[in-house]
């Protein structure tokens, strides 16, 4: 068997486990499980937002958590305040994520370095005070509750989120959905353009690639990715608060992408699922779990800067070499 065989297997079996999910997770694990693996699937999302700037344009953000928080509020303002119905109030979030990140972009891509990360820092931290003194809207440190809409609606049936299988297979179809396109992205010109102002910025200008325009189109998509992360996780959580625009959120999206693999389609979907996984697991039995965290960050990084896929594609590089 080829490597380019081995791994479509692998995923495959991976696709197949993730059908299985809501059957197979409880009878082996228990049903909370399956909760768990769909919060993993919405913050890989979040991961994957960094992974697309850092990992294929060479631009490492910390703002990332202000389009996650975005599609948050577009889907509790709409459904509180508003009275919109399951769709509109997803698309709103998704829109509002999207305005936010061609705004923050226009100046954002104009830097590079230390100095991109640092205004995405900036743009974070305005929208997060602003956003917790607007209390009657946003509800501030509260956040907003909202009642869950059906999602689809057949006369007098309703199908909806409040249905954990649905609401399982509709989080899985919608992460599913934004990797492919990613996948897509990647692979085409677009993607190889992305790729060589990350490799040599001025190069990639002498040949005639328009890099601000480049980035600030890699940008918006990185917010459109962050706000699909944030609309599904408002969805999944019922509220929406301002403490998940807070830096610190962007700063574990880029741990779980460069732990699992920058520049690798999947690795923000494997360092996600391990931290997660080891959070759940360890903060049951001990209260200080970050600290394991943090050395299996720091391990990583060490001894395997490309992260796990990375390190999975060495070995099976000397596999199939040999």
């Known amino acids: 068997m080829s490597r380019r065989a081995l791994e479509r297997a692998i995923l495959v079996a991976f696709g197949v486990a993730m059908v299985a999910v809501p059957w197979l997770v409880p009878a082996l694990l228990g049903s909370f499980w399956v909760s768990v693996i769909a919060e993993i699937l919405i913050w890989s999302l979040l991961a994957a937002s960094v992974n697309l700037l850092f990992g294929y344009v060479g631009l490492l953000s910390f703002g990332q958590a202000l389009y996650f928080g975005f599609g948050m509020y577009g889907v ?12 509109p109030a997803f698309g709103l979030g998704i829109v509002a994520s999207v305005a936010m990140a061609l705004v923050a972009g226009i100046f954002a891509v104009r830097l590079t370095w230390h100095y991109f990360a640092i205004i995405t820092v900036v743009f974070s931290l305005i929208f997060y005070f602003l956003f917790l003194t607007i209390k009657p809207v946003t509800g501030g440190d509260d956040g907003i509750n909202f009642t869950l809409p059906p999602t689809f609606r057949f006369g007098q049936t309703e199908i909806g989120l409040a249905d954990s299988t649905f609401q399982y ?8 959905a934004c990797f492919w396109l990613m996948h897509r992205v990647i692979q085409s010109p677009l993607g190889k ?19 601000y325009r480049l980035r600030l189109v890699a940008f918006v998509m990185a917010g459109f990715l962050a706000g699909v992360s944030g609309a599904l996780f408002a969805f999944f959580g019922r509220y929406s608060s301002a403490s998940y625009m807070f830096y610190h959120v ?7 992408a460069i732990v699992g693999g920058t520049g690798t389609l999947f690795g923000p979907l494997v360092g996600t699922g391990i931290f997660i996984l080891v959070r759940e697991i360890v903060s049951t039995q001990w209260q200080h779990h ?4 943090g050395v299996i960050a720091i391990l990583i990084v060490i001894f395997a800067p490309k992260g796990f896929v990375g390190l999975w594609r060495g070995l099976m590089s000397r596999i199939f070499a040999s």
């Open 76 to 87: 509790g303002i709409g459904i509180a305040h508003l009275g919109l119905s399951f769709w």
């Open 169 to 176: 297979f509709f989080i899985l179809f919608c992460v599913a």
């Open 193 to 211: 353009a992305l790729m060589a102002i990350r490799d040599n910025d001025v190069r990639a200008s002498l040949i005639g690639l328009n890099t």
């Open 250 to 256: 962007s700063g574990e999206a880029v741990v779980w």
């Open 290 to 293: 970050l600290l394991i965290v």
